[in-house]
């Protein structure tokens, strides 16, 4: 394992996108929901809204995209949202958009609920990705990451190995 991105990093990069965040909705009185897509975004999810000095709701959603040696699978959603998101500004908050299945899923599902507009944000956009929201679906207003990367398989920072560890480390590494 190779240090690919240090904590350093990730930590200007999480308060660089927090103030874009702020930058974008200091001035707008809707209501900012935002949704951490478990378990690979916690840490990021964590430290993006605790630099984020605006009112807003927390949620979870866990969406299992990887089926065990490295694929992807079905999308399947094994814990919703509690929150109304209707007319609100979500953010859906991963830790890595990959191939784009995920989030194309979850946005699709949000959808339904009506929400004002939908916003992507992850730590790390693999160079490889197929989907672009902000070409596909007028409701997706942004789509934001930190860092891209080429075909790695990176842990850390909340992104674990097959085994399920490796998700405590403060930065990321690449396998």
């Known amino acids: 394992m190779k240090e690919l991105i240090n904590s350093k990093r990730i930590e200007i990069r999480t308060k660089i996108l927090a103030k874009q965040i702020e930058d974008r909705h200091r001035d707008d009185k809707t209501p900012i929901v935002m949704i951490c897509l478990l378990n690979g975004g916690f840490m990021f999810f964590s430290d993006l809204v605790r630099n984020i000095e605006l009112n807003l709701q927390c949620d979870f959603m866990r969406v299992k995209s990887y089926t065990g040696k490295k694929k992807q699978g079905d999308i399947q959603i094994t814990k919703d949202?509690?929150?109304s998101i209707k007319g609100k500004h979500v953010y859906i908050v991963d830790d890595i958009f990959d191939t784009g299945n995920t989030m194309k899923a979850v946005a699709q599902y949000l959808k339904?609920?009506?929400?004002?507009?939908?916003?992507?944000?992850?730590l790390v956009?693999?160079?490889?990705?197929?989907?672009?929201p902000e070409q596909d679906d007028p409701l997706i207003n942004t789509v934001e990451t930190g860092f891209t990367i080429q075909d790695e398989w990176i842990v850390g920072y909340g992104m674990d190995n097959e085994q399920g560890f490796l998700r405590?480390?403060?930065?990321?590494?690449?396998l």
């Open 81 to 83: 949202l509690e929150t």
């Open 112 to 122: 339904v609920k009506k929400p004002r507009s939908i916003n992507v944000i992850a």
């Open 125 to 132: 956009l693999r160079n490889e990705n197929k989907w672009y």
């Open 168 to 174: 405590n480390y403060p930065y990321i590494l690449e």
